[in-house]
């Protein structure tokens, strides 16, 4: 597995924090930015960047089909962390010439995915990992994960314009009347999608990228707001909600030079079993351990997402990627008893959410009470930031000092120079 050591800073007997980057490659790019490069640099410490089997160029098989993804699971990706904490002596000493041993404490780190993983490796492994700081950890695994859309509509001013035009889409879905379906369809720029639940489905990318990587633009810039922009253009009355909604659609998928079948076709690649698919990995671990799918929320709720994003439509197409032995939803609930959910029995842990992610719905900051049981138990620190979002305090691009993200990153700091008594 490929890795990356930054030891410039590294004091004798300091900490090492080790980043396993999950569902991305491996990059370089964190030695040098990032939060756990700051961290290391403050406490003296060494940092280690390791990918995840499946991963950008880490892999133990020589494709991708169904039968060779078997060894894709959480439990060996934790086990590799170990395996390698084990022997990072040799590998330390070998590849930069620092010497490292039982003295030093291990922190695991990580953000999103990779967040649950550096939790897990503290519960899992307490005797490898001294503490972790985990950045937007999703711990609760959850196969109907209706919740997203909920914070995607909290976020957005313009959610009921955007409601409204779901509704409207979701009346002319059903009517089966296939030419006015097509007309439609060309309205978005999707009338290359034949399957109308891919169709609908792709209605989500644009809302969904926007809130979940929302940044407020710097102070005293001309830099558009993202979700300004986005919701201007409901602003025009002229129009019904659904044609300022495929109007916005149009224009996001020509702007970004969008392939609509490659993108959001729920087939696409299925036969493509070559390596180095960062994608079809992460779509096996959803189909196999996590779920994680986006659905429409039941009603009454109010809804973001047609009614035909659905938990199984999504879910529909894992046979077709990788064969017949995987049938029905990941069993989320045991694996949330072995992993411990909302509450991982773990002691010296920095939770840190945005709560305008919407992966916070299923982070122990959803809600105070769930973060006051973890707080309680050992040592652990849950730091929120109301105006951010996903990841934002792990990111090298984001030392910003107008949305609360620098409080945030002086009380992470604050919170492992205290668990490591420093």
């Known amino acids: ?178 030419q006015l379906i097509d007309s439609w369809k060309r309205a978005f720029a999707l009338d290359a999608l034949k399957d109308d639940s891919d169709f609908a489905g792709a209605l989500t990318d644009q809302l969904s990228n926007t809130v979940q990587y929302y940044m407020p633009p710097t102070q005293g810039s001309n830099s558009p707001d993202a979700i300004a922009s986005l919701c201007s253009w409901f602003n025009r009355t002229r129009n019904i909600p659904l044609q300022n909604f495929a109007d916005m659609t149009a224009a996001y998928i020509r702007n970004n030079g969008i392939d609509p079948v490659s993108a959001y076709s729920s087939s696409a690649g299925s036969k493509n079993t070559a390596l180095y698919q960062d994608g079809r990995s992460w779509f096996y671990q959803t189909c196999t351990q996590f779920g994680y799918w986006q659905a429409a929320p039941p009603e009454p709720l109010r809804r973001l997402r047609s009614k035909y994003v659905t938990m199984d439509w999504q879910s529909r197409p894992c046979q077709a990627f990788f064969g017949e032995g995987i049938t029905g939803q990941p069993d989320v609930g045991s694996l949330n008893k072995k992993l411990g959910g909302l509450f991982p029995n773990v002691t010296r842990v920095v939770f840190v959410n945005g709560l305008n992610d919407p992966w916070s719905e299923l982070s122990v900051a959803s809600d105070p009470s769930v973060a006051a049981v973890n707080m309680a138990y050992g040592e652990n620190v849950v730091i929120t930031m109301s105006k951010a979002s996903h990841v934002t305090d792990f990111y090298f691009a984001s030392s910003r000092t107008d949305f609360g993200v620098d409080i945030a990153r002086k009380r992470i700091l604050a919170a492992i120079k205290s668990f490591l008594g420093l």
């Open 1 to 178: 597995q490929k890795f990356y050591i930054n030891g410039d800073y590294y004091v004798s007997g300091g900490p090492v924090y080790l980043f396993n980057s999950g569902e991305t490659p491996a990059s370089s790019s964190y030695l040098a930015a990032g939060e756990p490069f700051t961290l290391a640099k403050a406490t003296g410490g060494m940092l280690i960047i390791m990918e995840h089997r499946y991963y950008g160029v880490s892999y133990p098989v020589s494709d991708m089909s169904g039968p060779n993804m078997r060894y894709l699971t959480v439990e060996n990706a934790l086990e590799d962390v170990a395996n390698f904490v084990r022997n990072a002596p040799e590998f330390v000493k070998a590849s930069v010439g620092l010497t490292i041993g039982p003295q030093n404490k291990w922190v695991a780190t990580g953000g999103s995915y990779s967040a649950n993983l550096a939790v897990w490796l503290r519960q899992q492994y307490p005797d490898l990992f001294y503490a972790a700081y985990a950045s937007s950890a999703p711990v609760l695994i959850k196969s109907n994960f209706y919740q997203y859309d909920q914070v995607v509509g909290r976020a957005l001013p313009c959610a009921q314009n955007i409601s409204d035009a779901i509704t409207t889409l979701d009346a002319i879905l059903d009517s089966n009347d296939r």
